[in-house]
């Protein structure tokens, strides 16, 4: 079964305090890995996308990485301004369906 | 402005009640898709459309119809709904090119309560 599991749930770290999320999946073909920012009451916005092992995306303070078992997103010198949650999605080739995981709620104490 | 708009932002309705979600895109995208949100439970998916006339199911279809008669709507439709429907909508659109990895543009969402 298409799976995909993010980990911690909810994090809270003080202001330039790094820290990395994780993603884990399992998918019978991976098409693309996504990860995406939600603000409260709003819907997700883009902010990666990764599809082959070992690929590494930049944005500022974050970097999403890839293997072929996981994704990590890493935060470094976080600011308040990045409390979000934090979305993981896979879609699965063939199907071209998407895959949520729960998501990292993420808190950033100035 | 490129956009996905989702109508309406708040329904409140009462079991068995049919009613439609519309959504719209301005992007020209090829790829459509319908979510619903729960507490501890993620964004599942619920129907996908990879282009005009063409639909298939997400993870979560029981309940729910869509269409896609013409490229940038694809309505969600609830004929009867139940308790268990109440949940935030997303719909979100991305062009579809199979060398490509597109990303989904998301709307703001329709928070839906079936009492």
């Known amino acids: 079964e298409d799976q995909v599991t993010q980990s911690p749930e909810a994090l809270r770290l003080q202001e330039g305090e790094s820290s990395s999320l994780n993603c884990s999946y399992t998918?019978?073909?991976?098409?693309?890995l996504f990860w995406y920012r939600q603000d409260p009451g709003k819907g997700p916005e883009f902010l990666f996308t990764?599809?082959?092992a070992g690929e590494e995306k930049e944005k500022e303070r974050l970097k999403a990485t890839l293997t072929k078992k996981e994704s990590f997103l890493h935060i470094t010198a976080p600011k308040p301004e990045d409390s979000a949650t934090y979305l993981c999605?896979?879609?699965?080739?063939?199907?071209?369906?998407?895959?949520f995981g729960t998501g990292t709620r993420l808190k950033v104490l100035a | 402005e490129a956009q996905v708009t989702q109508n309406p932002r708040y329904l409140i309705t009462v079991t068995g009640k049919k009613l439609t979600v519309t959504c719209s895109q301005n992007m020209n995208h090829e790829y459509m898709s319908w979510y619903r949100q729960d507490p501890g439970l993620g964004l599942r998916q619920i129907y996908y459309s990879m282009n005009v006339e063409v639909t298939d199911k997400g993870d979560v279809p029981e309940g729910y119809k869509v269409s896609r008669k013409e490229k940038r709507n694809f309505p969600l439709i609830l004929e009867s709904p139940s308790p268990n429907q109440t949940s935030l909508y997303f719909c979100?659109?991305?062009?579809?090119?199979?060398?490509?990895?597109?990303?989904?543009?998301f709307g703001s969402g329709t928070q839906l309560s079936v009492l």
């Open positions: 990764l599809y082959s």
């Open positions: 999605a896979v879609q699965t080739s063939g199907t071209y369906k998407y895959i």
């Open positions: 998918v019978s073909g991976l098409r693309g």
């Open positions: 979100a659109s991305s062009a579809f090119d199979p060398g490509q990895k597109e990303k989904l543009f």
